[in-house]
């Protein structure tokens, strides 16, 4: 029996309609393609079942055609504990499906690279000899080297989250500040006279901006202290700091959590101790995260747009592959308050 012959090049063109040159430049990603022949080029793609070879594309673009999601950490995790809370939090994977949302149409492949401060110079190493075209950055610890690294190598790269320290690298960051802020004004408004905070580690950009953010505008309404405890926005933690505040502060009417995970560990305390939200305790998180929904009462929390943050990072990155001389750049988005049944 003869087998099927697969599609090529010549087949998508002739149904395209436009030469093979055109065909190729649009496949292999390469820019200044008129918008509708684009189109029609990848329309032409789909009906013939055409599969790009990307060994050819390697060698066309000299480009790999994959870009490294790269969680970075202080410490090298090979247990399967911290694998398991990784893929678990709503929040890596809000990520991967925002980058997922750009590099999928542009065919461009992502790689989980996890890595603590002992492999931080292999992974730049790596991605110099061409294990990938660039790197989305998840920097956990307070003070990584990484992001310095990346940027003195000339590795294309863009953060999800602004550098504990001044770096000549892209990212994308929340109005961290903003987002308390309104999370402290949706407290007051509701009447709440002894408010606390469970805070994230102290050390951690987004942290330190969420605090200070809730303090300053929990000032600004007359309330010159907020008894604060930090957790490692884990779900366990939040339970660990809720009971730790509510100890402390049995009158308590009123906490921010500075994640919808640590919130949903607070509102099982809270339930434990026989107070109710919000009547007794009025609850506002951080993120709008699937723990939110899950959340018994629905958790009134601060939308992170983390999809939306996510997409933007790998805009930038792809634009930094093509052009590398282009200047480093940061994008910030606005929060929004989302009201639900905790607050």
């Not at 929390?301 to 930038?316: F, G, I, Y």
Request: overall charge neutral; glycine content about 8%; aromatic content about 4%.
């Amino acid at each position: 029996m003869q087998s099927q012959r697969l599609p090529t090049l010549e087949d998508v063109a002739r149904v395209a309609g436009v030469s093979r040159a055109t065909v190729s430049r649009v496949v292999n990603g390469i820019r200044n393609v008129d918008p509708q022949l684009h189109e029609l080029v990848w329309s032409a793609v789909e009906q013939t079942g055409y599969v790009p070879n990307r060994m050819a594309r390697s060698l066309v673009t000299r480009r790999t055609g994959t870009v490294a999601l790269v969680v970075s950490d202080s410490e090298t995790h090979d247990d399967d504990p911290f694998m398991s809370r990784f893929f678990a939090d709503p929040y890596f994977g809000r990520i991967v499906g925002g980058l997922m949302s750009v590099l999928r149409p542009s065919t461009t492949q992502l790689a989980l690279q996890m890595v603590g401060a002992d492999g931080h110079k292999r992974l730049v190493g790596d991605l110099r000899n061409g294990q990938a075209d660039g790197a989305v950055v998840l920097s956990l610890p307070a003070r990584d080297r990484l992001p310095g690294l990346l940027a003195e190598a000339g590795i294309p790269a863009v953060l999800i989250g602004r550098p504990a320290e001044p770096v000549p690298i892209s990212y994308v960051d929340l109005a961290n500040e903003t987002g308390a802020a309104l999370a402290a004004d949706r407290l007051v408004a509701r009447g709440c006279q002894r408010i606390g905070m469970i805070s994230g580690p102290a050390d951690v950009p987004a942290s330190q901006d969420r605090i200070t953010g809730f303090r300053r505008a929990l000032a600004r309404h007359g309330h010159a202290w907020v008894p604060t405890v930090s957790g490692n926005f884990t779900q366990e933690s939040g339970e660990q700091a809720m009971r730790a505040l509510l100890g402390a502060h049995p009158q308590l009417d009123g906490v921010f959590v500075a994640n919808d995970l640590m919130a949903l560990g607070a509102l099982l305390v809270l339930r434990d101790a026989g107070k109710r939200a919000p009547e007794d305790v009025a609850v506002v998180g951080f993120d709008d995260s699937s723990a939110a929904l899950a959340a018994r009462p629905a958790l009134t929390t601060v939308r992170h747009p983390l999809e939306d943050m996510a997409a933007e990072a790998a805009k930038l990155l792809l634009t930094r592959i093509e052009e590398p001389s282009s200047r480093v750049s940061s994008v910030i988005y606005e929060p929004s308050l989302v009201v639900r049944q905790s607050a």
